[in-house]
């Protein structure tokens, strides 16, 4: 077993995929994403939303799963998110702001730099949104 770290590029959506990520939720979701990371020792490198999902740069050690960490983000956050906006609770008509699951990659070392880009230009590309 090696001792070095591992980049993942996570994503995940809102309940039902509804548009919830916009305005001062969106802002607030971001800072007790990162929030959990710090408090949790979680290495978050990147994070940006996209109007109804979320990407991750995070860059874990051996000792963390990628599962554990995932739990401990959307929980809490999630938690945090209905205690500090309680109408979400209406307006994503669930008692989670986070679907199950994530999606994620493993980001080759040498391909950082792009994938911190694709991460931070998320909001740049919202017209593949418009309905």
């Not at 980049?7 to 990520?21: D, G």
Request: hydrophobic residues 35%.
């Amino acid at each position: 077993m090696t001792n070095t770290p591992t980049t993942y590029h996570v994503w995940f959506a809102t309940k039902r995929r509804k548009w919830l990520l916009q305005s001062d939720i969106d802002q607030t979701a971001k800072d007790l994403i990162r929030e959990v990371a710090s408090e949790k020792g979680i290495s978050l490198i990147e994070c940006e939303t996209a109007i109804d999902h979320v990407h991750l740069l995070l860059r874990l050690h051996p000792h963390q799963t990628l599962s554990k960490v995932m739990n401990l983000i959307k929980g809490i956050s999630s938690r945090k998110l209905h205690l500090a906006i309680p109408e979400l609770k209406l307006d994503s008509h669930s008692h989670h702001f986070w679907q199950r699951g994530y999606n994620f990659t493993i980001v080759e070392p040498g391909s950082l730099t792009t994938r911190r880009q694709c991460v931070q230009t998320q909001k740049e590309r919202l017209e593949k949104f418009e309905r």
